[in-house]
């Protein structure tokens, strides 16, 4: 079965970084799309990152130029690396996949999801 796990999560200064761990296990890696997704208390669950199986990577408006994705196709990890963290992006993160997607943003098209990792940034 697939099981996804999201790790790395915590409370961190605004300015400051954090990297999230989803490991995955029960499905080819490499060959599904892999995304990051964020929900704050009353707010729609919004993305954040997706990588497809062919590597393309896109990123929400509002965490480009800041946070990376990144898989390790070796340890069927997703990774994603936050930098210049700011208040607004406190939020918790899910890692999601899916064996094909339309649309890599959108968080219907995900069929697997994890239970989330809570980042907050706060001073």
């Known amino acids: 079965e697939v099981q996804l796990a999201e790790s790395g999560g915590g409370l961190v200064q605004p300015g400051g970084s954090l990297r999230l761990s989803c490991a995955t296990s029960?499905?080819?890696?490499?060959?599904?799309?892999r995304a990051w997704f964020r929900q704050a208390p009353g707010d729609e669950r919004e993305a954040v990152a997706a990588?497809?199986?062919?590597?393309?990577?896109q990123y929400a408006d509002s965490v480009k130029g800041r946070f990376t994705i990144s898989p390790d196709n070796a340890l069927n990890t997703l990774y994603l690396r936050m930098d210049s963290l700011k208040p607004e992006d406190t939020a918790k993160y899910y890692c999601?996949?899916?064996?094909?997607?339309?649309?890599?943003?959108?968080?219907?098209?995900?069929?697997?999801w994890g239970q989330g990792t809570q980042v907050t940034v706060s001073s």
């Open positions: 999601a996949v899916a064996a094909w997607v339309r649309q890599l943003l959108i968080p219907s098209e995900y069929t697997y």
């Open positions: 029960g499905f080819t890696f490499s060959n599904y799309a």
């Open positions: 990588i497809d199986d062919d590597g393309y990577v």
